[in-house]
Each structure stands twice: as C-alpha cells, then as structure tokens.
C-alpha cells in the first residue's frame, strides 16, 4: 500500500520567492475561514460560484485574476463588500 496520490498545487504567484508564495487553495481558505463561513454559506454570501470553490478548495482549479482581487476585497473589507451587494442595481 503506497502513500496517497497529492496534486500539484501552484502558488498564484509563480515568481514569489518560495518563503512568500502562496498557494491558491491557501488564500480562498483563509479569506473563508476570516468569515468563519462554510464553504456552501461563503459561495452564497458573497454571490461565487459553489462549486467554483470548492474546486479551488481541493487545489483542482485555479481562480483567475478577477476572483483573486475579489477576495482580496472580501478579506480586506467583508462589511463594505456585503454593503455593495445589498445595494439595488443602478443602470450604467
């Protein structure tokens, strides 16, 4: 009986240096765990995909640039994010 298969999980940053790179799967779970939200609560809450998620939760997918900036926002400022989400639509 071999040790399990682990998958290759990227930094988000290829040119961090080692000590500062951080993995995708290690960013969306620390902006999620900041909120003390479930995996299913947060996709809701904050309108992302659930499944999205939890693929890039089990280092599967990679999240592009724009979800990236977006959780930033999310860990930076929750309240100002669920603000703007609770604000009705205006046409642009």
Request: charged share 25%; with cysteine.
């Amino acid at each position: 009986m071999g040790l399990p298969l682990v998958q290759f999980d990227p930094p988000i940053d290829p040119a961090a240096a080692p000590d500062g790179a951080l993995c995708a799967r290690a960013m969306v779970q620390r902006v999620r765990w900041g909120t003390g939200l479930t995996q299913e609560a947060f996709a809701r809450t904050f309108r992302l995909d659930a499944e999205s998620l939890c693929e890039i939760e089990a280092g599967r997918a990679l999240p592009d640039a724009a979800l990236l900036a977006y959780l930033q926002v999310i860990e930076w400022r929750p309240e100002a994010v669920l603000d703007a989400l609770d604000r009705p639509s205006t046409p642009i």
